[in-house]
């Protein structure tokens, strides 16, 4: 039985809210049961903001993620919070593209991924949030490859069609890492 | 037999409760004549409000909504939006309309909101027994001021007439009185031209009128017309504070 | 039909649409704006009217006056502005007028915090505003729950010419969730006439008034009495409630809106050591489903009652009435933005079972 139960946090503006929304899509469109809880109010106006994502193939119990079973660290502040609270034995994604310490934690699983740095490469840094979306789906196998680049294609659409290849080659170059 | 005159259709049977003296039953007698002579009865909702004049639902021949202290004009707005080739009024006093209610008014005036609003002000609370308006003159006795309002405590009477028509949305502002037949023919046709706005859906209209309260003032019905006439109108000059239809003709 | 994934406010917004609703009046307010948003956008392309006010004094007197012209109408807000709309909630109340209100709670009392609460239980199910009056209350648990309960809450605000209220805590409102729309939308157009509405003589029919003056001591008690007779119909005929692993169970949560779904996690975990827990939801929360409450309760296996609230206690209130001392009632809760765990529940659980 699968229950994955996500923190996602980092600056606002990292595009932490849409990784969540893409990640919760996605998952209903497998057929899963999804919830998707923002963190909201003063902090949301350009502050830290994170969101809550529990992906799972029965009932959802409770769209409040306390002890996540992944954590995407967008930021260092958010890593600083959360790393104690992640189950042992889970995963950590780390954007060691700006947080320059390794994890303290030893019983989780750590996965570094220079997200800026290959944005930069593919020439748009908003494309950032998809490369470590692209980590997770390869290091957990929650949400297929495809399914995230149909929903990509559904997502951008007339002017904006050619976003999906460069989204498409981030999800690609994030997996790598892996 | 001929007859000369006759009670407006635009007003039921029922007796109207009001003091002797009062004003209030002529300016139920004007918007009942307008409302008759302009054939809008039957497509007319009015709004009354909380005050002397609460019971007005049961005295206008038309369908009624009485609204909370100061509410009518966001229940007014309620009814117009719903049923926008409809006539909606608002028959409010000083109280309700210039304290309570200042919000409402002011905010529905900032809409443009295309009903009218009849604003009877006699300077103090009549329904409760005499306590202070906010339009209660200086040195004028309530029995909230018993000693007269003093301005260092109080401040100065609020004039909503000349608030009101600063704002764009309002197309009609006119401050009338009925103290003399002559005044009455006056204030009669400034509440004609008001609906008449409303209806040609120019924005927010409002006659304020200036009323006697002899019971609350502690004076005859008579005594009450030259008070008015000496006192209320100096500090509340009558005339015409916005007219968009001057405006466009310019 | 494809489930999709909504966000609790829009999906709020857009039930009410479907389900006739033509006419909103509100003010925003953390964490229900994404309600009149979503309507300033939507609300045009159907035809119907959308309003800021300057206030929710206004809204709900605006409501007041849509209502009484006939209109379907709904106004939301969250909990400081629900207080603000409680002179009206009393007028549409003794006016008889259908309303629906929505209430996306957040932690009080004062300013209070933005966080999701359930603070408001007293005021939504005791009256909120002056006099003798009750409201209807759904608290739906969930987003899919929340669009199913649209449709009934303005039937019912027709059927007893009442304000119907769908409290839930903001959590609900700012989430996502999938929903699959399984009622079709409603027409307005073919709603039963309302005769009682204001909406001019049209020189046929005797002027009608709207009002909620009854001066004479003798025609306000009639009037009052009257009104109790309606309350005390639905209180006969409109409890709802679900039951979840009651029957036989050792123990009893029971828990409304998100703090349900805590309970149903806190008995999986409770099996897993041996004891049997089960949960019982009320879906109105007026009426307060007392007697099947009751019935659950009194069963011989049930040792002990514990409520789960986003509060300090108020729901426990009402279940204490319901058990009639019958069983032990506690309680367990996390009140100003905090939501309690499954482990905290467990733990209250295991406590009033004496473990």
């Known amino acids: 039985m699968a229950y994955n139960e996500i923190l996602i946090a980092g600056f606002g503006g990292q595009g932490v809210m849409s990784m969540g929304t893409t990640m919760a899509e996605a998952a209903l469109s497998e057929g899963l049961n999804v919830s998707w809880l923002p963190s909201y109010g003063p902090e949301m106006r350009g502050g830290t903001a994170n969101c809550s994502v529990v992906i799972a193939d029965s009932e959802i119990i409770s769209p409040i993620v306390l002890q996540p079973s992944e954590l995407i660290a967008m930021n260092l502040p958010s890593l600083d919070k959360f790393e104690p609270a992640v189950k042992s034995g889970g995963y950590i994604f780390v954007n060691n593209s700006i947080i320059k310490r390794k994890l303290a934690r030893t019983d989780v699983k750590a996965i570094y991924v220079p997200t800026l740095d290959i944005a930069a490469e593919l020439g748009n840094m908003r494309v950032a949030n998809m490369v470590m979306l692209g980590s997770y789906i390869e290091a957990t196998g929650v949400l297929k490859f495809d399914t995230v680049v149909n929903m990509l294609r559904n997502v951008f659409t007339g002017k904006k069609a050619h976003l999906v290849e460069i989204n498409r080659q981030a999800l690609q170059r994030g997996a790598a890492c892996v | ?250 | 039909m494809a489930k999709e994934l909504w966000k609790g406010n829009e999906a709020i917004a857009e039930a009410a649409i479907r389900a006739g609703c033509r006419c909103y009046f509100g003010y925003p307010i953390t964490p229900q704006s994404e309600i009149p948003e979503y309507m300033s956008l939507h609300m045009p392309k159907v035809g119907g009217i959308f309003l800021q006010s300057e206030s929710e004094v206004a809204a709900i007197n605006m409501v007041y006056g849509a209502s009484g012209a006939g209109a379907r109408v709904m106004t939301s807000s969250s909990s400081p502005g629900i207080s603000l709309k409680q002179e009206g909630i009393s007028y549409i109340c003794s006016a008889e007028l259908p309303a629906v209100i929505v209430n996306v709670m957040r932690g009080g009392p004062g300013l209070g915090t933005i966080q999701p609460s359930q603070g408001d239980y007293f005021q939504a199910t005791r009256g909120g505003g002056h006099g003798d009056y009750r409201v209807i209350v759904f608290a739906p648990a969930n987003i899919q729950e929340v669009v199913d309960l649209m449709q009934d809450s303005f039937e019912l605000a027709d059927k007893y010419r009442m304000p119907v209220m769908m409290i839930m805590d903001g959590m609900i409102g700012q989430m996502m969730e999938p929903v699959e729309w399984k009622k079709p939308p409603v027409n307005p157009e073919d709603l039963p006439a309302k005769p009682w509405a204001t909406t001019g003589t049209k020189g046929i029919h005797e002027p009608k008034a709207i009002h909620s003056l009854f001066i004479d001591p003798n025609e306000s008690n009639d009037h009052n009495m009257r009104l109790d007779a309606k309350y005390q119909r639905i209180m006969a005929d409109e409890q709802r409630y679900e039951t979840s692993e009651t029957e036989d169970a050792e123990l009893i949560f029971v828990a409304f809106g998100t703090p349900a779904r805590l309970a149903r996690a806190a008995a999986r975990l409770l099996e897993e050591e041996g004891i049997k827990a089960g949960v019982f939801r009320p879906i109105t929360i007026w009426p307060y489903p007392y007697d099947a409450l009751y019935q659950a309760a009194a069963q011989d296996s049930v040792k002990a009652v514990v409520t789960v609230e986003m509060n300090t206690g108020q729901m426990i209130d009402d279940v204490r009435i319901a058990v009639r001392g019958c069983k032990p009632v506690s309680f367990v809760g996390q009140a100003g933005g905090r939501v309690p765990t499954p482990q905290e529940v467990v733990a209250a659980a295991k406590s009033a079972l004496g473990r």
Not at chain 2, 89 to 104: P, R
């Open chain 2, 1 to 250: 037999m001929a007859i000369v005159y006759q009670k407006s259709k635009g007003l039921t049977d029922v007796e109207l409760h009001y003091c002797p003296g009062c004003t209030h039953g002529i300016v139920h007698k004007l918007v009942a004549e307008t409302l008759e002579e302009l054939d809008v009865l039957g497509n007319t909702i009015g709004v009354a409000p909380v005050g002397c004049s609460v019971f007005a639902y049961k005295y206008f021949n038309c369908d009624m909504h009485e609204a909370a202290h100061g509410r009518a004009p966001a229940v007014a707005t309620g009814i117009k939006r719903v049923l926008p080739e409809h006539i909606v009024f608002t028959y409010q006093g000083d109280g309700d309309l210039a304290a309570i209610g200042t919000a409402e008014i002011v905010h529905a005036a900032m809409r443009g909101e295309k009903f009218t609003t009849i604003f009877i002000n006699n300077a103090i609370y009549g329904m409760t027994g005499g306590q202070m308006a906010p339009t209660t003159l200086v040195g004028q006795r309530a029995t909230t001021a018993p000693l007269g309002r003093d301005r260092e405590h109080y401040g100065s009477p609020i004039r909503m007439s000349e608030m009101l028509a600063t704002i764009d949305g309002a197309a009609y502002i006119e401050r009338v009185t009925v103290t003399t037949p002559a005044n009455i023919i006056k204030a009669k046709r400034a509440i004609k031209k008001a609906f008449q706005l409303q209806i040609a859906g120019k924005g927010f209209t409002m006659i304020e009128v200036l009323s006697t309260c002899p019971t609350n003032w502690g004076l005859t019905p008579v005594e009450a017309l030259e008070w008015l006439n000496n006192n209320m109108v100096p500090a509340f000059p009558l005339g015409v504070f916005r007219d968009i239809t001057a405006e466009e003709a310019k």
